[in-house]
């Protein structure tokens, strides 16, 4: 589903009246031999987790076209809403963990189960888990190798809560690649080129103008001996 721009200034930021009613969506998205269906349960309980944003489908085409080696490799996504590209990574070979605030559980373990192959999951089942950032990313991991989020940057409030997640996460050497539409409004250009940097090393690897929507693959500044995984 593709949004206008006045139905994006609706949806943001998040507001009790999002959607007078409750309705769901089914889509069905192709990536070369991949095949996604996705349910959009749209209504003001999820708010901006329901749709399938561009940003997402534009970091699933990146990853398929760009033919990221991801089998075998432990990847978690943040504010996963829908879970298409956690659910891509997972059917191209990786073990996946999908994340999003608590109330946006159900919606990614309903898409989780309506997209398990045939043949089972190339690696393992993807796991769904609630992460709230700032709160208690401290209590996952850091030996990820891929750590993925789509449209997640659009309220500056959360940027320093989300900035702090993602240095938690990539500690062990992740490779960090964020999609996002940037939203002049919301302060995301800001976080790319002032606030992300003040850790990581970031580098612009894809850009769709006539989206405005941009691809940042960024790696953590620390010193140590731990070798830095680079961006491709």
């Known amino acids: 589903m593709n949004l206008t721009e006045d139905q994006e200034g609706y949806m943001f930021p998040v507001c009790d009246g999002l959607f007078a009613e409750t309705f ?11 095949e996604l269906k996705i349910r959009q349960l749209f209504g003001a ?6 749709p399938v944003w561009d940003a997402a489908l534009c970091l699933c085409r990146y990853m398929e076209e760009k033919m990221l080696d ?9 504010g996963a809403g829908t879970g298409v590209v956690g659910i891509l990574a997972a059917r191209l070979g990786a073990s996946a963990t999908l994340t999003d605030l608590p109330h946006a ?12 192959p045939q043949c089972g999951w190339p690696s393992t089942t993807p796991t769904v888990i609630p992460l709230s950032w700032g709160l208690d990313h401290r209590q996952f991991a850091t030996d990820w190798d891929l750590v993925l989020g789509a449209d997640i940057v ?20 992740a490779v960090l690649y964020l999609s996002s539409k940037m939203r002049r409004e919301h302060g995301t250009p800001d976080f790319f080129e002032n606030i992300l940097p003040q850790r990581f090393d970031c580098q612009l690897v894809y850009s769709d103008t006539g989206q405005n929507i941009s691809i940042y693959c960024a790696t953590l500044r620390k010193d140590g001996s731990k070798t830095m995984k680079s961006c491709r």
């Open 45 to 50: 309980n999820l708010g901006v987790a329901a």
């Open 105 to 116: 559980i159900p919606q990614l373990e309903s898409n989780v189960s309506a997209n398990m």
């Open 70 to 78: 991801l089998k075998g490799k432990r990847v978690i996504e943040l």
């Open 154 to 173: 659009y309220l500056s409030e959360t940027y320093t809560l989300l900035l702090d997640t993602l240095t938690h996460l990539c500690d062990g050497g």
């Open 24 to 34: 769901s969506e089914d889509s069905v998205y192709r990536f070369g031999k991949q």
